[in-house]
């Protein structure tokens, strides 16, 4: 039986489409930077990827999964993200690419997915522009991460990361300017830039249709 947000889930991103052209996530920059940044010769530069963010149905309501980055990799070592990367020559879409990663990452089949829609594109500052992939998870998956890639898995409460007021908008000073980001912290767990960002971006949808 479907809890009260799923349905609400399931409308805020009826009409989403990875379809070009894609809307682009609003990065919050003072002075509408985000337009003169984010110009269309930067935009084709960047390197697709994309991500899923998995809903889990459980007993007590749904969760969000989430993942930390294992300290091995490269970059955002310790960081929080949702399961997902660089989008390869196989894929045939930001759903596949998506799907292929949380199951190489977390070991989610991807068959185990219904694919519910998609949010904005995210460009981050390791140059790649990312396509959130929101799907639901049937069952009970086994989750198995991958150690060289994740440290932990671990999920959060669905109303908790879709409640507006528990996000936090903070600056960030890099290069002389201060970048603003969101923060959402859940027990030990800090939720902060471009998975805070893409959270953000879907609790509103999910707001505009209360």
Same mark, same amino acid.
């Given at each position: 039986?479907? #809890? *009260?947000?799923?349905?609400?889930?399931?409308?805020?991103?009826? *009409?989403?489409? @990875? !379809?070009?052209?894609?809307?682009?996530?609003?990065?919050?920059?003072?002075?509408?930077? *985000?337009?003169?940044? +984010?110009?269309?010769?930067?935009?084709?530069?960047?390197?697709?990827?994309?991500?899923?963010?998995?809903?889990?149905?459980? !007993?007590?309501? /749904?969760?969000?999964?989430? #993942?930390?980055?294992? *300290?091995?990799?490269?970059?955002?070592? %310790? !960081?929080?993200?949702?399961?997902? &990367?660089?989008?390869? @020559?196989?894929?045939?879409?930001?759903?596949?690419?998506?799907?292929?990663?949380?199951?190489?990452?977390?070991? +989610?089949?991807?068959?185990?997915?219904?694919?519910? %829609?998609?949010?904005?594109?995210?460009?981050?500052?390791?140059?790649?522009?990312?396509?959130?992939?929101? =799907?639901?998870?049937? &069952?009970?998956?086994?989750?198995?991460?991958?150690?060289?890639?994740?440290?932990?898995?671990?999920?959060?409460?669905?109303?908790?990361?879709?409640?507006?007021?528990?996000? @936090?908008?903070?600056?960030?000073?890099?290069? =002389? +300017?201060?970048?603003?980001?969101?923060? /959402? $912290?859940? %027990?030990?767990?800090?939720?902060? =830039?471009? #998975?805070? =960002?893409? +959270?953000? $971006?879907?609790?509103?949808?999910?707001?505009?249709?209360?």
């Amino acid at each position: 039986m479907m #809890t *009260d947000w799923e349905p609400r889930l399931r409308r805020a991103l009826a *009409d989403t489409s @990875e !379809q070009p052209p894609r809307p682009m996530s609003r990065l919050e920059l003072p002075l509408n930077m *985000d337009k003169l940044l +984010l110009t269309p010769a930067l935009l084709k530069s960047l390197r697709p990827a994309a991500v899923l963010a998995p809903v889990i149905r459980r !007993q007590h309501g /749904l969760t969000m999964m989430l #993942t930390v980055r294992s *300290d091995r990799l490269r970059s955002h070592k %310790g !960081q929080i993200s949702f399961p997902g &990367g660089r989008r390869d @020559e196989g894929d045939a879409s930001a759903a596949a690419n998506a799907l292929r990663e949380a199951e190489e990452e977390v070991g +989610l089949p991807p068959a185990s997915v219904e694919v519910l %829609g998609y949010l904005d594109d995210y460009p981050t500052m390791t140059r790649y522009l990312v396509t959130p992939v929101v =799907g639901i998870v049937s &069952g009970e998956p086994e989750i198995r991460p991958c150690e060289d890639e994740v440290a932990e898995v671990f999920e959060a409460p669905l109303d908790f990361v879709l409640d507006l007021r528990n996000f @936090e908008h903070k600056l960030l000073s890099r290069e =002389g +300017l201060n970048v603003p980001f969101f923060e /959402l $912290n859940f %027990g030990r767990h800090r939720i902060w =830039g471009a #998975t805070a =960002g893409m +959270l953000w $971006n879907l609790a509103n949808k999910v707001a505009e249709t209360a």
